[in-house]
């Protein structure tokens, strides 16, 4: 158990912490034991018999001068390295002067950013940042897109777990990977063009054209596109009289078809514009022009059946709904009355969000939500591949967004040719499979289609993910299996001392995976290579009601 003593103010960001590392915690409490104390603060851990004391901050403290211990530098948002991975710290940091064991260094300095002490017959590790202050920054500004590939909050937990093996002790949590898999993936569509014919003599159109005939030739003079899709693209420009005049297939309609065909029995979700002409606001007026789509959800009720009948999931691509919950309220209706399914995700168009948002959407009756992500690259913008409850929300879930097919490709955004992008997703499923948690990915309504044609790369990362085990779930299925691993409830038995029973809290008769216990074996040292086996996975049982028994003996 791991007894947590920070600032009061930071009790939230605390709770939000273990909800996704997932391992037994309690605030401090003076009459309780604990192997682990984690302290935020200076006061307080000279009680107690943990076997490890962890004290976090990027302030010097009083304690610091009482053991006489020597501050290197002191700055703020800074690149540390811990045994080789990058981890920045957004917050204020310090190094210490003293040699140590090179394990957290400033990358730059190589100073030391973690020392040991001894402190009343106890080992204290003192580490230069302040642990919530950093999830408090990710879970609310998130990170620049210069970091975006660094999936920083699931390493705040990697190196929590390890300082806590590495000290002799052996951990229990409830990993982010359902049972039978390695992780989550969450396939999702955004619907902006479902129709070409409703694009005459405006930006769409001319941009179309413009990419369909010029920038295919230079795709093609620059390796990234085959002399068959310039040959399709053109056709595709030629044919679009025909196609206005009703007298040839509008080729971004059937969207829903083209996805089927290519994810064959593959769950996937599709956020659906509710209203049509409707530009929307930003938080200083009105939106561009050009954000309104030239179609409401209506439109595609046809689609929007077959995708339903598919196992697939329609949820909201919002245009106020960020800012504003009565129309939030509405957007979400207008879905629920084509779905007849109450409980509608939403990922905002253009990705509009501030830090209010979360509390918007709940307002207007939202039960997830899938922006918080990157327009121009790839990666962790809340550092985490875990779904999470935003600080300001009550219930309301955040699924982030990790990869979208316009960043990859843009020439103004990454511009990477696909097999750039292909060893780019690559090392998105490489961290999903390290860490567990969702890989959230949006391929565009017409990005199959002329002109865009980027379907050799999505099918490239669909084999990716069926070769690495990952669970196709749609976002509100995803969703509800994080909801149910944070129902689960940590109790020490009060029969047998050192045993620990996992429950979940709440009735989940679901047809989700289940939840595993993983218990990780102590390490002897830090050196020590020999633990042949670093965990092991105990399922749940049939009550969803585990024990297992964990103390300091290995
Ligand atoms: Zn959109």
């Known amino acids: 158990m791991i007894g947590v003593i920070a600032n009061p103010a930071d009790h939230a960001v605390v709770s939000e912490f273990f909800e996704l590392f997932k391992t037994p915690w309690e605030f401090y409490q003076s009459d309780r034991c604990y192997e682990v104390l984690l302290c935020s603060t200076n006061s307080l851990f000279d009680q107690g018999t943990a076997k ?25 948002n800074r690149m540390m390295s811990y045994n080789g991975a990058q981890v920045p710290i957004y917050g204020d940091s310090i190094t210490f002067r003293e040699k140590g064991r090179g394990i957290l260094v400033d990358a730059e300095s190589k100073q030391e950013a973690m020392r040991q002490c001894q402190y009343q017959g106890r080992t204290i590790t003192r580490i230069g940042y302040d642990i919530f202050d950093e999830v408090r920054t990710l879970l609310t ?35 982010p990977v359902p049972e039978g898999y390695k992780f989550i993936v969450c396939l999702t569509h955004d619907v902006d063009h479902p129709s070409i014919r409703q694009h005459k003599f405006d930006r769409t159109m001319f941009g179309f054209l413009y990419r369909a005939v010029v920038g295919s030739l230079i795709n093609v003079l620059r390796g990234r596109m085959s002399v068959r899709s310039l040959f399709r693209n053109w056709a595709a420009a030629l044919k679009l009289p025909l196609v206005y005049m009703g007298l040839a297939k509008d080729f971004w309609r059937d ?24 530009p929307g606001k930003t938080s200083d007026g009105v939106a561009p022009g050009f954000r309104a789509a030239r179609y409401g959800a209506k ?55 501030n830090e209010q948002s979360p509390v918007v959407l709940e307002r207007a ?68 499979a390290q860490f567990g948690g969702c890989l959230t990915t949006n391929w565009h309504d017409r990005s199959l289609a002329p002109e865009r044609l980027w379907d050799a790369c999505y099918r490239d990362l669909l084999q990716g993910l069926k070769n690495r085990d990952a669970w196709f779930a749609t976002a509100g299925q995803a969703i509800s299996w994080f909801r149910k691993r944070r129902a689960v409830v940590f109790e020490m038995d009060s029969v047998e001392p050192d045993a620990l029973r996992a429950r979940v809290l709440a009735d989940h008769a679901d047809n989700l995976p289940g939840l595993q216990m993983r218990i990780h074996n102590a390490r002897e040292s830090r050196d020590s290579t020999h633990c042949a086996e670093p965990y092991v996975d105990k399922a749940f049982g049939e009550t969803a009601d585990t024990r297992v028994h964990c103390g300091a003996s290995r």
Do not use: C
């Open 141 to 175: 500004a998130g990170q620049p897109p210069a970091n975006a590939s660094i999936p920083t909050l699931d390493l705040h937990i990697a190196i929590l777990r390890d300082l806590i093996v590495a000290s002799g002790l052996s951990h229990v949590e409830i990993p």
């Open 365 to 432: 009756g939202a039960d997830y939500d899938s922006t918080v992500g990157y327009n121009q690259t790839v990666g962790y913008r809340a550092g985490t591949t875990q779904a999470y409850k935003p600080l300001q929300a009550a219930r309301l879930l955040e699924l982030p967004l990790h990869a979208m097919d316009t960043a990859m490709f843009y020439p103004n955004y990454l511009g990477l040719s696909p097999r750039e992008a292909t060893a780019l997703l690559e090392g998105l499923v490489d961290n999903a």
């Open 255 to 278: 969207f829903d078809a083209r996805y089927r065909d290519l994810e064959k029995g593959l769950r996937s979700t599709f956020f659906v514009i509710p209203f049509k002409e409707k």
């Open 299 to 353: 439109d595609i009720a046809d689609m929007i059946a077959k995708i339903a009948a598919a196992g697939g999931e329609v949820g909201l691509h919002g245009i106020d709904a960020w800012l504003d919950s009565s129309k939030g309220q509405e957007e979400l209706e207008e879905i629920r009355s084509l779905t007849q399914v109450s409980e509608i995700g939403v990922r905002m168009h253009w990705l509009y969000f």
């Open 52 to 76: 490890l004391v962890l004290l976090y901050s990027g302030q010097k403290l009083p304690f610091d001068a009482e053991e006489t211990i020597d501050i290197g530098s002191r700055r703020t």
